[in-house]
């Protein structure tokens, strides 16, 4: 899909793979301890393909670097989040939406599996950004 280009197939592709192998497929979305725990080779691998496949525009390194150019920490607060969702073109008008296309801004996919009720909670607190940020530093990506 990532070969492709259809990118909205690719970011739930994604999802799927890292709830297979965090073993949470069952609940359908990944918590904080599931991403601080997340194998460093398998995290590395859907970084790299999402990196080549976009020509360096996506991947979770991409988002990390992004994260922290905004000032974004482990605990940054709700108006940091914003500010990274505006970077990203997650948020307009004060609306967190996506869009799966190669036009839109550097680091906005993959959207980080904010799909089921208790990972949007998650997601929209901007707890999952920091969480994977901080898994990609311990994993040094």
């Given at each position: 899909m ?66 922290e150019?905004i ?71």
């Open positions: 990532l070969a492709d280009s259809k990118w909205q197939e690719a970011d739930r592709e994604t999802l799927t793979i890292m709830l297979r192998v965090a073993g949470r497929e069952k609940e359908g979305w990944l918590d904080i301890q599931s991403i601080n725990s997340f194998p460093c080779t398998e995290l590395r691998t859907i970084d790299r393909l999402w990196l080549r496949y976009s020509n360096g525009q996506f991947g979770f390194s991409v988002q990390k670097r992004i994260w150019s000032g974004g920490t482990l605990d940054a607060d709700y108006e940091t989040w914003c500010k990274f969702g505006d970077r990203v073109g997650w948020r307009s008008q004060r609306e967190f939406n996506f869009t799966f296309d190669i036009k839109v801004p550097h680091g906005h996919l993959p959207t980080q599996g904010r799909g089921k009720k208790r990972q949007k909670a998650e997601w929209m607190r901007g707890l999952v950004i920091p969480s994977i940020g901080s898994r990609l530093l311990s994993c040094n990506i």
